[in-house]
């Protein structure tokens, strides 16, 4: 008996310190620094939470797990100001008004401040804001401050979002599979809601609120029209009541088609009377089981689905159909731009622009434009969408991928904040907007202003399926929230909330994640290459694939490698995609010379022993890229196996196996991709340079009919 006892305990402890990822950035284990340990130890022994909404005890139980875990002991909870004290309240509240605050900025609606003041001579910190949803953000600013031991004895922080709609999407169907998704299957449970409220929620509901994130789209793009019904509204309900403490209002998908599908009419035209108040008796319905209902995303007239074009009307008469029957309840729609036909005989990325410009300033208020990072698809590398900033009078919202479609899936490593801070960093050239990121911003032409990540999220025990990928995650919460944040900051932050506030961990994990989106793209397409990954799965290389229904789903459609050598002449004596930017950066990007080398084989289609800038001929240089790509994936490899003793054992394990994979999977792209392409330039792999060991036949012979994530109408 004693020794099972003993065992059971032993099992109970492991289990306690497992540390499989569940907890993400969240883990609040003790912090090592013993001297601010001592100092935040006297700083928070008492906490007082004015106020008991659903909110306000979120915020209890998280700064009592946090605390207690953090700094191993239990703050007592007196509501009285004291040394020590750590105040919780609104700005409007009794006591606030008593206190001598000075809050220099004006904080929006979700803003918050955290002061440290001396109140006739005691020492207390305040978490101040104008709504509960700010206490809360401030709630996890401070947390977050303890817990990467960054701040000594000063709080002074004042900090409002700059976006106000910051969005997961998720691509989850209501079977539970996840379109693109790689971390298992959907965390919702449709079947056992809406009686059974995972734990699970709460979890995700925490995490999303820690960054900043205040809205999530449950159902996939590619719609049912039945989450519109009441039986699943009811469960969509309790979703809602679930989140909507953590300041996360919910969204759904809503198929074009609905109206027949459901609503059993002839017609889905969005000029019809009787759709028109099809969408209003439904509008209404679901605002009765979810009172603070965000609105709709619509994917319309795009691979195959449904949309106002069926019945020659305009996305414009689209949205605002749906945008009238919201507007009495301030939801809004979202509506996508991801719209291509292969019957139009242009150029894919021109697509979206050549159909949105023309109805700009046709939309009502409450619409706002979908807009996907570059103007394909969530390429490795793409130029930012040239939609941002020629929109003048429509609000346009961004949609990054956070889960890793075109980026190596959950085996690769691979930090997306330097990605997104590529693209909001970029410069649009209209001088009234800025930076990419500005345009998203800018309040004065917007009228709501909204980013949506594509979610990485499943039921995967450590939710994103590679333990880095919860970096992404948390990176675009963190850009979401302030997109001038710098990527290599949020990194740090993360590491040392995920992994260890060791500086030997520190340091180098940055500078693995750091380097990581660099390297993938070296191996996956570098030069501005783009769309030459596996048919329909999308899993590694086939630059190979042509001859399909769609041309525009092929590779051979994109990098045009010919015996003159490889690209898409995207430049005026080409398809001119380059004329949807403002006149600088076409100039720029149309240029042969002043193209950057980045976007070389995006916009230019470059002879094969043209010179690029390091003096090497595109082909030697393309080479060349492949090859350093899997030097770095080596390089990555042998700094983690460095950090096997500021780790814990089973992440540090799971990451070197996947570093194997990754290893393996960009040898794969490199050789594939050298190899075809070499049928073209007909040159030599310079001779520095390993030659691959298998043939081209043997790469083009893979096929991975059960990949993950494959979307199933395909
Ligand atoms: C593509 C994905 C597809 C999505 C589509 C979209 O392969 O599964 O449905 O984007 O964004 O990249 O609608």
Redesign the pocket.
Known sequence: MRIVLVAFVLIQTFAVQAEDGYRLWLRYDKIGNTRLLSQYKKDFSNLYIDGQSATQLAIKTELETGLTGLLDFKPTQKKTISTGTLLVATLDSEVIRKLNLTITKPLTKEGFAIKRITQAGKSVTVITAPAEAGLLYGTFYLLRLIQTEQVGGAFDVESSPRIQLRILNH?DNLDGTV??GYAGFSLWNWHKLPGYIDQRYIDYARANASIGINGTVLTN??ANALVLTPAYLEKVAAMADAFRPYGIRVYLTARFSAPIEIGKLPTADPLNEEVIQWWKNKVNEVYKYVPDFGGFVV?AN??GQPGPQNYNRTHADGANVLADALKPYDGIVMW?A?VYDNKVPDDRTKQAYNEFKPLDGKFRSNVIVQV?NGPL??QPREPFHPLFGAMKHTPLMMEF?ITQ??LGQSTNLVYLGNLFKEVLDSETYYPESGTVGNTLYNHKTNSVTAIAG?ANIGSDRNWCGHPFAQSNWYAFGRLAWDYELSSKQIAEEWVRMTYSNNPLAVNSIVKIMDDSYETVVNYMTPLGLHHIMGWNH?YGPAPWIKDKHRADWTSVYYHNADTTGIGFNRTHSGSNAVSQYAPELHAIFGSREACPEKYLLWFHHVGWNETLKSGNTLWEELCFRYYRGVTEVEQMEKQWELLKDVTDGQRFKHVSQLLKIQHQEAVWWRNACVLYFQTFSKQPIPSVLPKPDKTLDYYMSLEFPYAPGI?PQW
């Open positions: 691509w379109e693109r793009v590619n994917k795009s691979e996508r991801f996907k698809d969530f991928q479609e075109y594509v999308h979307k």
